[in-house]
């Protein structure tokens, strides 16, 4: 049986080609249900206030950080969205008087700019890069954070970001949110075009894929424009530099943080459900790390919401 046409956008595969019956058994999850999607390999955690949620994302940099050694390098891979971790990373490593000069960092994505075939400027509204600086390491004390060559931010030409992974730095922590369309990063799904026509790519396929520019999905570019850009959609890129699903599975851990205010209710349940019963499916760019040996779910029990219907 044919794959379903999409809801959204008839040239893309996204979750709305699923089938039906699995998307309803999402929708029914309970918090307790989801908290039962814990196995070896997948571990769900929830909070009970958004302090001690985002006090833990930020704690996760500091883990990572405090491995680093000059013989054994080590760091955290970190997403723009969410940010208000960024802050407290900062304010920990101040007030604490913990040096991370051994730590790395590297940025997930960034905009691209198709007028000049870069990557967007920190000049840019929306620049990635500049918000990393300006919540985070802008904010640390000189003596104590990592030199600059240790933070590798994406850029169009891959080739210096790709060898930062390779290089022998050990990524302890991949963190992420989790967009509408369901993806990490920009790994949003692919469109429906060529062999991936009928069928999306089959997940061995994806998985291989490297840190790239990517066109964006129009769920992706509309969330954007609603979360950072105050609706204003002619802000927003239509492409982006994105961390790869290769680089992926080189992190020690995938971390993703689910507060309720990215992706919905419908969302943060089937990507859990999908990932627990092993589920890949390229469509579902985030159910891919159901193959990863080693990730996590973070929820706020207060943005979980609920797959009721309401009218408003």
């Known amino acids: 049986m044919p794959r379903k046409i999409s809801h959204i ?15 309803n058994d999402a929708a029914r ?26 006090l833990a994302e930020a704690l ?14 080590a760091g955290i891979c970190g997403p723009v969205g969410p940010t208000q971790q960024l802050p407290l990373v900062a304010r920990l490593i101040n007030d604490l008087g913990i040096s991370i000069k051994d730590g ?6 960034e905009w691209y700019d198709e007028h000049t075939k870069k990557e967007v400027t920190m000049e840019h509204p929306l620049s990635f890069e500049r918000a990393s600086r300006e919540l985070c390491f802008d904010r640390m004390q000189k003596k104590l954070c990592m030199p600059d060559t240790q933070l590798h931010f994406p850029k169009a030409d891959t080739a210096a970001y790709i060898k930062s992974w390779q290089s022998g730095v050990r990524c302890a922590v991949m963190q992420g949110g989790q967009g509408d369309i369901k993806n990490w990063a920009f790994n949003d799904p692919p469109k429906r075009t060529g062999k991936c026509k009928n069928e999306p790519p089959p997940p061995a396929e994806f998985r291989k894929l490297t840190t790239r520019v990517v066109d964006l999905h129009p769920v992706t570019l509309m969330q ?5 850009g105050g609706g204003n959609l002619t802000l927003v890129p239509q492409k982006a ?3 790869g699903p290769k680089e992926t599975w080189m992190a020690e851990k995938v971390s993703i943080w689910h507060a309720g205010l990215h992706d919905n209710p419908l969302g943060q349940r089937l990507t859990a459900l999908m990932i627990s019963k092993r589920l890949a499916d390229a469509s579902v760019p985030m159910s891919l790390l159901a193959d990863h040996p080693n990730v996590q779910f973070n929820y706020y029990r207060g943005g979980l919401g609920q797959c009721d219907v309401e009218m408003h």
């Open 224 to 228: 954007n424009a609603r979360t950072s």
């Open 60 to 73: 996760e940099y500091i883990h990572a950080w405090k491995q680093a050694t000059p013989d054994n390098p």
């Open 9 to 23: 956008a008839p040239e893309w595969w996204d979750y709305t080609t699923l089938e039906d019956e699995l998307i």
């Open 241 to 243: 530099v994105t961390v």
């Open 29 to 54: 999850l309970t918090e307790r249900d989801l908290r039962q999607l814990t196995r070896p390999g997948f571990k769900v955690v929830m909070f009970d206030t958004l302090e001690d949620f985002y």
């Open 104 to 109: 790395h960092f590297w940025g997930m994505d």
